[in-house]
């Protein structure tokens, strides 16, 4: 958990920086996907290129909720929680992609993706002192669990996976 | 004269990266290591145009492109000269240089013991993948013994170049290493390298996908690297240092190393202080000019 955040005091934080801290994560989430799906084109890889642009736009409209909310409650007051002070939070890892990665492998990385964010949230709200906070961080767990769903219902929806393509000959690296 | 109330303007890490998309091959590490950079440089705060980054040529050498700041895309192994060059002339430069293992290794390996011991204030941070990529998985400096590539059909029969050991004795004044396994580490010791009034070394291991051993991809980084601040190492105990730095290859440790808590002046220090010892005692211009004359 520490390491997936820098000079965040999570027990301590307050409601605008829950909310700030969730719109980041959201972004990060949103900036992962979208360069898969360019890693994904450059590479010939459609299938798994779709994908990677319906997670972005799902992350995007969940960003852009919190942002609303945000200013709702907020305005336009200066924001203390910073990207860079957030570490792959809800974004999947660099390292889970691969060029000839079939659409299945593509979900399976998104739904490790949603799982990690799920327990981050979950962990987040057991340390957090104000309610209000508790109250954002559970909503937010909720809000993880129901992507898993979402993620988990497109892997049923795949027909079984044939034998992986031997890629050995072809050229991957530029 | 007037001055101004207005706050100065600080930096994100988005404000460093360019409008390049990486081609690099996805699940590459140097994804990871360029984010990384990213995350240190808008710590340090410097603006993109009083930033210079140099390269080689190889993968990772690709990494000037992908920022903000004033690059240069080199020749193969010449990364560290020019990077020299660039802070002497232009000391304001914060200079950053960027590699891999074979470009810094190999063909630039001599220019590495010659950088340390110059002391310029640069950062030098290779991207160690233990093959070169590039040119599609040949043997590189850093390779283990008995690994097969195209080039080494039965398995290599040398022994790899530990760049962590090979810096510390020439005396480095600054080593750390870090994975793109461990981002927030990582941009730490990158933020601490840079900070480091002297010549800082950062050794990444940021796997190679596509030509790499399966057992060392970031993955595996995660269930085996360990941290030198936890496991209680002085960074200030060179002897410590290259105690462990013997454990290339074989254990993954990250954070810093060595870093000299008295660092010793750096080259453009020591350029300055002689054009001040020079100009003291220096003769009027007059008297250069009728000597001049006289003879």
Redesign the interface.
């Given at each position: 958990m520490t390491?997936?955040t820098?000079s965040i005091d999570l027990a301590n934080i307050s409601l605008r920086d829950a909310l700030d801290l969730a719109v980041l994560v959201e972004e990060e989430a949103k900036d992962r996907y979208e360069?898969?799906a360019?890693?994904?084109e450059?590479?010939h890889n459609p299938e798994a290129a779709r994908f990677f642009r319906f997670m972005l736009a799902i992350e995007a409209k969940h960003e852009s909720r919190l942002a609303e909310r945000r200013r709702g409650l907020f305005g336009d007051e200066p924001r203390a929680v910073?990207?860079?002070m957030i570490?792959?939070i809800e974004a999947p890892?660099?390292?889970?992609?691969?060029?000839n990665?079939t659409l299945r492998q593509a979900l399976d990385a998104s739904l490790r993706a949603e799982t990690k964010a799920f327990e981050f949230f979950e962990a987040a709200a057991e340390m957090v002192q104000m309610k209000d906070v508790q109250d954002i961080f559970t909503e937010l767990r909720e809000e993880e669990r129901e992507h898993q769903a979402l993620v988990r219902q497109e892997i049923d929806r795949l027909p079984p996976e044939g034998p992986a393509r031997d890629d050995d000959d072809e050229i991957?690296?530029? | 004269m007037t001055t101004s109330n207005a706050p100065l303007p600080t930096y994100q890490a988005k404000d460093y990266k360019s409008e390049l998309k990486p081609i690099w091959c996805p699940g590459c590490g140097d994804f990871g290591v360029v984010q990384a950079i990213y995350r240190a440089l808008a710590a340090i705060g410097r603006p993109p145009h009083e930033i210079a980054f140099v390269s080689g040529i190889g993968c990772s050498s690709r990494i000037p492109g992908y920022t903000t700041a004033y690059g240069f895309n080199s020749v193969h192994g010449r990364a560290l000269p020019i990077a020299q060059g660039i802070k002497i002339a232009s000391p304001e430069l914060l200079v950053l240089v960027a590699g891999g293992d074979g470009d810094g290794f190999s063909i630039g390996g001599g220019h590495v013991a010659h950088a340390v011991r110059r002391n310029t204030d640069i950062t030098y941070i290779v991207m160690d993948n233990q093959i070169y990529g590039l040119t599609k998985g040949q043997l590189s400096p850093t390779s283990p013994k008995g690994l097969h590539t195209v080039t080494s059909e039965y398995g290599s029969l040398e022994e790899a170049v530990n760049p962590l050991l090979y810096v510390l004795a020439y005396g480095a004044n600054f080593v750390a290493q870090g994975t793109p396994a461990d981002m927030a580490g990582l941009a730490e010791v990158i933020e601490a390298a840079i900070r480091f009034p002297g010549f800082s070394f950062v050794n990444v291991q940021s796997p190679c996908v596509t030509f790499g051993e399966d057992d060392q991809q970031v993955k595996n980084h995660r269930a085996t690297m360990q941290s030198l601040a936890k496991l209680g190492h002085d960074p200030t105990d060179r002897l410590a240092a290259m105690g462990l730095a013997q454990k290339y290859g074989k254990e993954l440790h990250t954070g810093v190393f060595y870093k000299n808590p008295d660092p010793p002046p750096t080259m453009n220090a020591l350029i300055k202080e002689r054009q001040q010892v020079l100009s003291e005692k220096a003769p009027p211009r007059s008297r250069i000019f009728d000597r001049f004359l006289q003879t």
């Open positions: 390491d997936k820098r360069e898969f360019d890693q994904m450059l590479h910073k990207r860079e570490f792959d890892e660099y390292d889970e992609v691969r060029a990665m991957v690296a530029l | -």
